[in-house]
């Protein structure tokens, strides 16, 4: 069941939002996902509690092995980010115009 | 509406186009030129950014230093790798967060379309891991941001 307070309160922290754009290239072991975070297994098992509970991630049996994957309200969450990155960039260009337009007003010699 | 796209590409690139109302002389000057990046090159509202060091010669250097005014910042270092005014320029940079992320290389290309430009900006990371670590780091100011704003509502 989607809670949207518990996906909230689990995107809260930058660890978890980092696994989530790691899982976003695709499957991933605990192991892989502990890797480029300096932490220990236990640490980043917490942290995938919090995300599963939150129903941002699924478990897969594999063996041995539990590889996680986005889950629907996962892949929407991540959606979102890029959304929001969207907007800082575009933030940034819609100033440039402005300073285009002002380039354009101000100067009219050329300099080489 | 939006003028910009922003997509990926295979696993290690980001490409990013958006057209511009000016010349690519303009474009490029505004890119090249620091008392014209610091004007826009600021991300979400309230950061600025007091340093603003742009070599503008292949070899050069880059840094930029961004501040949201209460204790918050960070900063990027580059070097350009060529430069053709007013069409193209290569260079890399590397986010200090302190510890340096792995290089971003990122090709800009300026090209006439009409009385205006089409900028086309191709970045390439190591690997897949690094790009998604670093749209990560990207949304992460997007995200403090709407969570500092929610704070305030609360």
Known sequence: MYDLDDAFSALADPTRRAILARLATGEATVNELAEPFEMTQPAISQHLKVLEDAGLIVRRVEGTKRPRRLAKAGIEAIDQWLAMLRKALEANYDRLDEVLAGMGKHKKGKKR | ?154
């Open chain 2, 1 to 154: 509406m939006s003028k910009m796209t922003l997509k990926t590409e295979g696993d290690t690139h980001i490409i990013v186009t958006r057209r511009f109302a000016a010349p690519p002389e303009a474009v490029y000057r505004a890119h090249t030129d620091p008392k014209l990046i610091q004007k826009w090159l600021l991300g979400p509202e309230g950061w600025t950014m007091p340093v603003c060091i742009n070599e503008a010669k292949a070899g050069g250097k880059i840094r930029y230093e961004w501040t949201n005014g209460k204790g918050g910042g960070f900063h990027i270092t580059g070097e350009y790798l060529e430069l053709e005014p007013y069409n193209r320029i290569v260079h890399v940079e590397r986010m200090h967060l302190p510890d340096p992320t792995p290089d971003n290389h990122i090709e800009t290309r300026f090209e006439a379309d009409g009385a205006g430009t089409l900028m086309t900006m191709r970045m390439t990371l190591p690997d897949g891991k690094t790009r998604a670590a670093m749209l990560a780091t990207g949304m992460e100011r997007g995200m403090e941001a709407s969570y500092v704003r929610l704070e305030g509502m609360l």
